[in-house]
């Protein structure tokens, strides 16, 4: 566990000292997240969603994984720093801070029932999965700047 970002020595023998290494009792990523206390809340009535709070869980592992969330943010180059900075700037710190949190416990809940160490998936994810609406944001606010923008898909040089 101490494989993931922002996850110490401490902070492994705390997540295995409440969770375990047998990730059979929990089934799924979701139900150990909500056991944990840091699964995302769901208010829904009549097709409206309402503001859902989170399940107060375990609070000493709940208090641990905030922490470890925190340190995670503060990583450079990794895909926790980066979907912290993304949900930050849209929703808040604390709520992005217990995303952070979710993604740790789901990635952790693999990493245990798939004996297998983390792999980093870089802090450029989230532009490659939409590549295309990346370019034609940045042109158009280069356009709207003033300037003249002419794209051509030539193979990147070193």
Sequence with gaps: LDTLPGVDRRGAEVLVAEWGTDMARFGTASRLAAWTGVAPGNDESAGKQRSGKTRKGNRVLRTALTQLAHAAARTKGTY???????????????????????????????????????????????????????????????????????LALEPATA
Aim: aromatic share 8%; glycine share 4%; charged share 25%.
């Design 80 to 150: 926790l720093s980066s979907l912290y900075q993304r949900l930050a700037a849209r929703r808040g710190k604390k709520r992005a801070i217990i995303a952070v949190a979710h993604s740790m416990v789901v990635s952790a809940f693999h990493m245990l029932s798939r004996h297998e160490a983390y792999q980093e998936l870089g802090s450029h994810y989230f532009d490659e999965q939409r590549r295309h609406q990346l370019v034609h944001r940045l042109t158009r606010r280069l356009e709207h700047l003033g300037y003249r923008v002419s």
